[in-house]
């Protein structure tokens, strides 16, 4: 299903980043926005009082027209409109401290002191997405903060940074290093990886280690820095950066192939490995699953480098190793906003992509009432559209309210006062479905007179990891729908995962359809925020044997999605 064939033309990098760096004109907006210059401040107050001019005019010409004709103008003003969807107005009506007034730190999630021009969606993103589910623990911010000056002392180029790569060179390190790392390689498509660094970097902080990102072929231009200082890419000159993509489980340096081959029971004297790779992808064997277990951790603690290949988001099984659990409800009193808290503190998209997702925001969502989001994906072969999983789509938003009813016997309908506005933002690879629910709507009005607009970014027709444009418009599709009211979600997909989880929304999910066939029921409500785990361990570490692992703690249990995936549930997360 991956990089089939090159149907998307992707364009050459220059032409398209359009991004507020390089745009003259959002260029000046930021200025004014930033500056204090005193010739932009006159200039500020001279455009107030003429916009106040306007706004007075207008409503005194507005009271004298037919409802329709101000309706258009109305809409025509909205050009002008600036405020963000979720801005709040102040006690006096103003409009003005809207970027004073929210938080823009996240109650503290987010460290102070960045560049904000470098990255506008760090700080800019506040305005668009809801608030936070909760509020983040007093004591996951400590920790954080730790963490960032953790990072500045260790990270890549730092003092320490260059001993330990030293030592790492010469293979002679002997009791504790001063800074112990953990090596992220990029590995499979966009949806994974942040569900992987996301785990990865809370394994980091559970075990005091420095979290360094293999950059791939495009995470720097995908992602801005989330920690201030110092950068979290591992710098292309360390000594074993090329041969990562040779690492597998046959590796003599694999976790589980020290394992089998006894090599760990071995080296239990001074000299320990400079570092081990710890193969955790979908394939992996139950010697690197005993990566999970309490005795293997104790372990691997004494390595300075850990290096980690992943397309799974474990963090649901770190809360069943006991050394860990107690730090975690520390972290976590309420456990399905981790990758909520996690993904808002990690992943900030750079200003290229933060244009994609700007721009069509204000395009075609910004005005609508409601915002509905359905993202859809088929692992059935072929491109789709498949005419089961339509009807399976149909079928939930209908079902569960999510969309109007349409009128098939009427050519209008007249409804009494002014119109909702529903936007559905459709994201497929496919441009089928999309297609269906725009003429439905276009052919008929809807039962209570709503006004329904559909919209879908980009048509891709094939999965295409790893290619540039490609991962933009995936990263700006997977915010877009996480800046929805409501959403719909496919079963087993990572991109869906992402969405509802950085949005903090709560997805109804379009069961798999197996056999060609919609599924009944066609949908299931989350119970839960969290991503699943989709290929957990069935072991138990202390008993030695299989294990039903879902029975284990009550918070963690079968996916609604995937029967044999685990996931976080929080206390009011009822089955
Ligand atoms: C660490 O090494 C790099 C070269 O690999 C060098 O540019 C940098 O200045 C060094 N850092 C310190 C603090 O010495
Ligand atoms: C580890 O120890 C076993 C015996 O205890 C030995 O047979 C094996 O060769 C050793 N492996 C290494 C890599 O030293
Ligand atoms: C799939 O459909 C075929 C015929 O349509 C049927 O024979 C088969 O039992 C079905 N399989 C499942 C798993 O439902
Ligand atoms: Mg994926």
């Known amino acids: 299903m991956k990089r089939l064939n090159r149907s998307f033309n992707d364009q050459p990098h220059e032409s398209v980043s359009l991004d507020r760096e390089n745009n003259p004109v959002s260029n000046m907006v930021s200025e004014a ?34 409802f329709d004709s101000r309706l258009r103008i109305l809409a025509e003003a909205r ?38 021009r470098s990255c506008l969606s760090r700080h800019e993103s506040v305005l668009y997405h809801k608030e936070l589910r909760q509020k983040p623990s007093s004591y996951l911010i400590s920790r954080l903060r730790n963490y960032e000056a953790l990072h500045k002392r260790c990270g890549p180029h730092t003092e320490l940074y260059n001993r330990s790569v030293e030592l790492f060179k010469s293979g002679q390190y002997r009791g504790s290093a001063d800074c112990n790392y953990l090596v992220w390689i990029s590995y499979s498509g966009l949806g994974n990886r942040i569900l992987t660094l996301a785990s990865a970097f809370l394994y980091a902080l559970l075990t005091n280690r420095v979290l360094l990102v293999d950059p791939g072929v495009n995470m720097p231009d995908l992602f801005c820095e989330p920690f201030p200082d110092v950068s979290w890419l591992l710098p292309p000159d360390f000594p074993i950066f090329s041969k990562f993509s040779t690492f597998d489980q046959k590796s003599p340096h694999c976790y589980g192939y020290m394992v089998k081959n006894d090599i760990v029971g071995n080296s239990s004297g001074s000299i320990v490995p400079p570092f081990i790779y710890l193969h955790l992808a979908h394939d992996y064997d139950d010697q690197d699953k005993l990566f999970f277990c309490d005795e293997d951790q104790s372990f691997l603690q004494k390595i300075p480098w850990l290096v980690m290949r992943t397309d799974n988001y474990f963090v649901p099984f770190l809360f069943l190793i006991p050394s860990f659990e107690q730090e975690l409800n520390n972290l976590f009193p309420e456990k399905e906003t981790i990758f909520h808290f996690l993904s808002r503190y990690l ?220 996931k976080l549930f929080g206390h009011n997360g009822e089955l």
Request: glycine letters at 8%; a positive charge.
């Open 347 to 566: 992943f900030h998209p750079t200003n290229s992509v933060w244009g994609l997702v700007m721009r069509y925001y204000q395009a075609y969502l910004a005005q609508a009432d409601e915002k509905l989001g359905i993202q859809i994906r088929v692992f059935d072969t072929g491109v789709g559209p498949f005419k089961y999983f339509l009807d399976q789509i149909f079928t939930c938003t209908m079902k569960e309210n999510l969309l109007p009813r349409i009128n098939r016997g009427e050519p209008i309908i007249n409804p009494s006062g002014k119109q909702k506005t529903i936007a559905v933002l459709i994201t497929s690879l496919s441009p089928g479905y999309f297609e269906e629910f725009r003429n439905m709507y276009w052919e008929h009005p809807t039962v209570t007179g709503e006004i329904v607009g559909v919209y879908q970014p980009s048509q891709e027709k094939h999965q295409q990891t790893e290619k540039l444009m490609h991962d933009r418009k995936a990263l700006a599709e997977m915010y877009l729908l996480s800046l929805t009211d409501k959403l719909v979600t496919s079963a087993w997909s990572t991109f869906g995962y992402v969405a509802h989880g950085l949005g903090g929304l709560k997805p109804w999910i379009l069961y798999k359809p197996e056999n060609k066939t919609a599924h009944n029921p066609p949908c299931v409500r989350a119970a839960s925020l969290e991503p699943c785990f989709h290929a957990p361990p069935y072991y138990d570490c202390k008993k030695k044997t299989g294990t039903d692992t879902s029975k284990i703690v009550p918070h963690v249990r079968h996916c609604e999605d995937v029967s044999w995936g685990l």
């Open 33 to 66: 926005r930033w500056g204090l210059n005193p010739m932009r401040f006159m200039g500020f107050v001279f455009v107030c009082l003429m916009v106040l001019t306007v706004v007075f005019s207008a409503s005194v010409i507005l009271r004298d027209l037919p």
């Open 79 to 116: 050009l002008f409109d600036v405020i963000p969807p979720n801005a709040r107005v102040s006690e006096d009506g103003s409009h003005r401290p809207v970027m004073l007034q929210k938080d823009k730190l996240l109650g503290g999630l987010l460290p102070s002191g960045f560049d904000e």
